[in-house]
């Protein structure tokens, strides 16, 4: 099949199904809110310095550093443009989810990754519901918990023999 050639974003955009276009506008937009974060952190450190007299070329050290080691501002940053990618992933599984299984069966929630699980996930944990009431009370990733778009938590049909909690070292 021969790739389709676009001249612009929102051409390409337009073919996409719904579904596929809400995923892309919700990392979009939660990437597009880390990097205002990160530029008005960088624009109010510079104002700082300067108010306190450090020269340019040791504001640049100072930001520089900050960068080199994952210091406040640069550190925020990178866990935003994480989150944010993260989120669009999360999201895309759980259309793929929806379209595959949707409310034909019951779901079981399954904390995957860390041994720590936020309280939220852990009240959730074991429990099974239909696709339905997952996605009233709040599915995995899509912000209803402590620990939001962090959330590696996944829901896995019933019928599935899987731990409860999986933990990833």
Do not use: H
Not at 2 to 31: H, K, M, P, R, S
Not at 115 to 138: H, M, N, T, Y
Not at 152 to 160: D, F, G, H, K, T
């Amino acid at each position: 099949m021969a790739e389709q050639e676009y001249t612009n974003v929102e051409e390409a955009i337009e073919e996409l199904e719904q579904d596929d276009q809400f995923i892309l506008l919700w990392a979009a937009l939660g990437t597009t809110v880390g990097i205002d974060v990160f530029v008005t952190r960088i624009e109010s450190e510079i104002a700082r310095l300067r108010s306190a007299n450090i020269g340019n070329r040791e504001i640049v050290r100072i930001l520089g550093d900050d960068l080199a080691n994952r210091g406040r501002i640069f550190g925020e940053f990178s866990n935003s443009l994480k989150r944010g990618v993260v989120s669009g992933v999360m999201q895309g599984a759980r259309a793929g989810q929806d379209e595959i299984y949707g409310n034909r069966m019951n779901m079981r929630w399954v904390s995957v990754g860390s041994p720590k699980i936020c309280v939220d996930c852990q009240a959730r944990v074991g429990q099974v519901a239909s696709w339905d009431e997952w996605e009233s009370l709040g599915l995995p990733a899509t912000g209803f918990s402590i620990c939001k778009e962090f959330c590696y938590c996944q829901l896995v049909p019933e019928s599935i023999e899987i731990d409860d909690r999986v933990t990833v070292r």
